[in-house]
């Protein structure tokens, strides 16, 4: 995926190169948060099988970590999902069909009035 470009024009190469950098660095954000939220919820089972008092106790922490990461998480997917509209607005505007150049369709959303 790196150096790839969502236009075949020269002077977007730069900001395409970008947004792309943007993504993957977005992704791989999501990722190290959803392996952790695995071993989270591997430790909060362990805790709750032992029923220890101590364990159980710990689990509220545990589980207020894992809320925070889908949070943060959905946080993340929502600045891609902006990230990547204004991406596609970027590189179509040259092109009034709303198609990329690379022949990947493109069409741009339409915003109810009122």
Do not use: W
């Amino acid at each position: 995926m790196e150096g790839d470009t969502f236009s075949g024009s020269g002077n977007g190469t730069q900001l395409d190169s970008q947004i792309v950098h943007t993504f993957q660095k977005s992704f791989v954000q999501v990722q190290n948060i959803f392996d952790q939220n695995r071993l989270l919820i591997n430790e909060i089972n362990q805790n709750h099988e032992s029923k220890m008092p101590d364990n159980l106790s710990r689990n509220v922490g545990l589980i207020r970590k894992l809320n925070n990461n889908i949070r943060t998480v959905a946080d993340l997917y929502a600045d891609l999902s902006t990230n990547f509209t204004k991406s596609m607005d970027a590189s179509s505007e040259g092109d009034s069909s709303g198609a990329l150049k690379s022949g990947i369709a493109c069409q741009k959303r339409s915003r109810p009035t009122g």
